[in-house]
């Protein structure tokens, strides 16, 4: 099985930068793709970016296109989310995901992952 760790939550004001980082542990990662999701409380799971591990394939939710940027480390099996330019309502729990057969592609659905972190929480101010 997979182990996902995620680091770099915490309090940013509005328009700061923040680096979520993504640690995996357990099994190579050649056919899965990565992703990341938040969560408001009393809100739904939503899909914020994706990469598959193998061709860097890049997905991201309208919300946070140009914005955000996700990319991976594979020699330290690391997945990041660099976030610029951010705001209140990316206010949330962010958490990291691992989909295990997905190489094309990055799903966007949360039910297509298998593995998660355990989340970290990111605060933007106004």
């Known amino acids: 099985q997979v182990q996902l760790v995620e680091s770099g939550g915490g309090l940013v004001q509005a328009g700061g930068s923040l680096r979520l980082s993504c640690l995996a542990s357990g099994r190579p990662l050649n056919t899965y793709s990565m992703g990341w999701f938040r969560q408001a409380p009393g809100k739904e799971r939503d899909f914020v970016a994706g990469i598959t591990w193998i061709t860097g394939r890049t997905h991201y939710a309208d919300s946070v296109k140009g914005r955000f940027t996700i990319s991976r480390d594979s020699a330290k099996n690391t997945v990041y989310l660099q976030m610029n330019t951010l705001k209140p309502e990316d206010t949330a729990v962010y958490y ?14 949360s039910r297509e992952y298998d593995y998660w972190g355990q989340g970290t929480q990111v605060t933007v101010s106004s």
Do not use: E, V, Y
Request: a negative charge.
């Open 96 to 109: 990291c995901a691992g989909d295990k057969f997905a190489p094309n592609i990055p799903n966007t659905d």
